[in-house]
Nanobody, 126 residues
């Protein structure tokens, strides 16, 4: 059984930084994608960043236009953990952030992922 658990959310002022972590159990990273998504109140869940990995090595990454140059997705395969480093945060980044696993290609589409965590809240104040 695959388990996905996010952590690292919190409250920060604009232009601040946070690093989200996503720990997985029962999941094989090999030639699959993992991703970060977010959902603000009243809005649909949207893809933020995705990472396609061979298992031992991250191969490709993709980012939503709104976060390019500010967010970085990475993995520590030995720890079965995915990260999202978020810099220069803006109030519009405020949302519940979700980690997802099981994408068969490099994709930011919600429907392409099979396993989801419960989310971690990120709040950015101006």
């Amino acid at each position: 059984q695959v388990e996905v658990v996010e952590s690292g959310g919190g409250s920060v002022q604009a232009y601040g930084s946070l690093r989200l972590s996503c720990a997985t159990t029962g999941y094989t990273y090999s030639y699959m994608s993992m991703g970060w998504f977010r959902q603000a109140p009243g809005k649909e869940r949207e893809g933020v960043a995705a990472l396609y990995t061979s298992g031992s090595k991250a191969l490709y990454a993709d980012y939503a236009d709104s976060v390019k140059g500010r967010f970085t997705i990475s993995q520590d395969n030995a720890k079965n953990t995915l990260y999202l480093q978020m810099n220069a945060l803006k109030p519009e980044d405020t949302a519940m952030y979700y980690c997802a696993a099981g994408g068969r290609s490099l994709t930011l589409k919600v429907s392409d992922y099979n396993y989801w965590g419960q989310g971690t809240q990120v709040t950015v104040s101006s």
